[in-house]
Each structure stands twice: as C-alpha cells, then as structure tokens.
C-alpha cells in the first residue's frame, strides 16, 4: 500500500529551508519576484524580442499592461524583465525608462562602416560623430569631422575604434553607398 502523502506539510517545509537560506518567502515556494532575481549579464539587446518590442512601446506612452499584450508576453514577464534590464519607474502617468545595457553601433573607423558593441552612455558621442559626418557630406566642408580627428570609442572588449575623419575616406565610402544614414540609423535604433 502507498504511503499517503502530506503536500501541507512538504510545502512548509519548503518554504522554511528557502527563508533560512536566505530567499524571501516568494522565491522559496517557487516563484520570485523579479527583485529577488540577479541582475541580468550585460548582453546587447535583441530588439526583435517581443519583450523588448513591448519595452519599446512601454517607452513611447503605453502602459505596461496594454505593451504586454500587443507583443503576446505576459505582464509578468515584461515586468520582470523591465525590472532586471533597467531602471525605471512611473511618473505622472508616464514610463521612464532608462536602459543602461550595451548596444550595438555602426562607426566609420580604419577606412570602413565597422558595427561595434558600446556601453549605453556612449550613444551621445558616436550621434555627434554622425551628425558632423553627415554636415560634412552635405556641405563640403572638412570643418565638421575635424574636432573629431583621434577621438574615437572603447567598445565593451577595451578595444579603441577611432573615428575616420579623413575627407576623401569618407567620400569614398559615401560613393559606394555605406554611408546610408537611413540604414545606419534603422539597425541601431
């Protein structure tokens, strides 16, 4: 004859050797709350993820709920992965999100449209290095990638990328169509 199980009892019991190991009691019966999760490795973001499509459009004025459903994951999902990829918060009815991961970047660099890995913050000064490429190009004057010249970026394996600032460079590959802002802009963004 089986032996007749006590499931009331096995559940205390392990909801008590997950506390006095250290888990909250969310995380010792099963399921943690994305707080009690570790933070997420530094990775570059996958923007074809539904989750990350759903975080996109938490960005532009959805709420978190309404996001969810439109890319077909679940609220919790979203959640706990907007808790461990970013630091966020609701503001006047708003999300604010604020994503600290690596992404990638397209830079002309030794001659050629390299894509390189950069930390978050570093965003701000490659778009100023396009934008004087791009004045450059519009108008001819090698004024605007000039304060450029051996500037350049670190990307997340310490490795220095310097900007190409070189006039006839950079025409050239205009000319051979790499320098498609439209293009640049659609793959990082």
């Known amino acids: 004859m089986a032996r007749k199980r006590n499931y009331k009892?096995?559940?205390?019991?392990?909801?008590?050797r997950?506390?006095?190991?250290?888990?909250?009691?969310?995380?010792?019966?099963?399921?943690?709350?994305?707080?009690?999760?570790?933070?997420?490795?530094?990775?570059?973001i996958d923007r074809t993820a539904p989750v990350e499509r759903a975080l996109t459009k938490m960005r532009r004025g959805l709420w978190q709920a309404e996001a969810a459903r439109s890319e077909g994951v679940t609220v919790e999902r979203l959640r706990r992965h907007r808790l461990l990829n970013t630091a966020s918060q609701l503001q006047r009815g708003k999300w604010v999100i604020f994503d600290a991961r690596p992404?990638?970047?397209?830079?002309?660099?030794?001659?050629?449209?390299?894509?390189?890995?950069?930390?978050?913050?570093?965003?701000?000064?490659?778009?100023?290095?396009?934008r004087a490429v791009d004045a450059f190009l519009y108008s001819n004057d090698d004024a605007h990638p000039h304060p450029f010249e051996g500037e350049g970026v670190f990307d997340l394996r310490g490795r220095?990328?310097?900007?190409?600032?070189?006039?006839n460079v950079l025409r050239r590959l205009e000319a051979v169509g790499e320098l498609n802002f439209i293009e640049i802009y659609a793959d990082v963004q």
């Open 160 to 167: 220095f990328h310097q900007y190409e600032t070189r006039p």
């Open 103 to 130: 992404q990638a970047y397209w830079i002309a660099a030794a001659g050629k449209l390299l894509s390189v890995t950069l930390p978050n913050d570093e965003g701000s000064a490659v778009s100023a290095y396009w």
């Open 18 to 44: 997950g506390m006095t190991s250290g888990k909250s009691r969310s995380a010792a019966r099963g399921h943690p709350r994305a707080a009690d999760l570790p933070r997420a490795e530094s990775s570059p």
């Open 9 to 16: 009892l096995e559940y205390q019991r392990r909801i008590q």
